[in-house]
């Protein structure tokens, strides 16, 4: 199982399927990040956390904690 935690920079992945439960998911959901959507890695930060990605046309930052709540492909 591949997660958006391991897509590396400049690549475009697509989302399978989210996992996580509750609150979480819900976050996720409301920041974009559904199934089907396409996600552009940008650039990570200088210690490797977050990572900042290009969803739905914004930038967005996020922890790797909760990107590999992420499934792609």
Do not use: C, N, Q
């Amino acid at each position: 199982m591949k997660t958006l935690r391991d897509a590396k920079i400049g690549e475009t992945v697509k989302v399978v399927k989210l996992h996580g439960e509750g609150a979480i998911r819900r976050r996720i959901m409301d920041m974009g990040i559904t199934k089907g959507v396409e996600i552009y890695v940008r650039k990570f930060a200088p210690l490797g956390d977050p990572m900042e990605i290009t969803v739905r046309g914004y930038e967005l930052s996020l922890r790797k904690a909760d990107a590999a709540m992420v499934e792609t492909e």
